[in-house]
């Protein structure tokens, strides 16, 4: 995407203090990076407000002479079914998110395409040393269709039966073949140790290293971090992504 050219005005300035502190980090980051010429990309959101916060913050990296691009974040169900089937990443050195309501996105874009994600920290988390970055790495569920394609889920992936009277499904969690009711959801997440956490109502809950999805009758939806993503069939394979989102925060 070519970078951008945007530049919102004063008010839009002022609603957006936030930008401060992202652009001094971002300074200071971009200047650390082994790249000659590194170049930013700004993760924004779908609305107005995510738009012109992204726009600012690009318009204001330019004046410190960073380059950066505007990116949007991975495309929600109904959007651009081709965004989930690689895992080529953008030509940036260093994700960032503009702030607002969609941190969550940059972090599947950030773990799925392997790179940083400069993002505010967590509600509540304090901060540390004057102009010192707070960084941990994170795993992530990693989903492999048996169409083909990968893309990660951040918190939980969750399959749901399309079908009305859809039987047992048969699942293997790591080595061990089990049978479950086709009929209730299946939640996995991961764990701080960079565990898949397996949770049905027929086995409890189960720390594993990997899923299969081996046999079910019919279609499944397969649901990333709460939002439905896409349609599938048995198999599908789960994984867990050991450090795989790398975050800072400023």
Not at 144 to 173: D, K, Y
Not at 212 to 233: N, S
């Amino acid at each position: 995407m070519p970078p951008s050219t945007s530049s919102p005005d004063a008010g839009s300035a002022r609603d957006a203090p936030d930008v401060e502190r992202l652009l001094d980090a971002a300074v200071r980051l971009a200047a650390s990076l082994p790249a000659a010429r590194p170049v930013l990309g700004v993760v924004r959101g779908w609305n107005r407000g995510d738009r012109e916060r992204a726009g600012l913050l690009c318009a204001r990296l330019a004046e410190q002479g960073v380059r950066s691009t505007e990116l949007s974040p991975i495309p929600e169900a109904g959007e651009r079914e081709g965004a989930h089937r690689g895992v080529r990443g953008p030509a940036v050195d260093l994700l960032v998110h503009a702030g607002g309501p969609q941190a969550q996105q940059a972090m599947r874009a950030a773990a799925l395409w392997r790179l940083p994600l400069l993002v505010e920290r967590p509600e509540g988390q304090a901060g540390g040393e004057l102009n010192a970055f707070g960084a941990h790495r994170r795993a992530v569920v990693g989903i492999h269709p048996a169409e083909g394609g990968f893309t990660v889920a951040v918190h939980e992936a969750a399959l749901v039966s399309l079908q009305p009277h859809p039987g047992n499904a048969r699942l293997i969690l790591d080595n061990e073949k089990i049978t479950a009711p086709g009929g209730q959801p299946l939640r996995v997440g991961v764990t701080d140790q960079g565990l898949l956490e397996a949770r049905g109502d027929s086995f409890g809950i189960r720390r594993i290293r990997r899923l299969r999805f081996e046999r079910a009758w019919g279609t499944y939806r397969l649901d990333v971090d709460g939002v439905p993503a896409r349609d599938v069939r048995a198999p599908l394979r789960l994984e867990a992504e050991p450090s795989r989102l790398h975050l800072l925060h400023p």
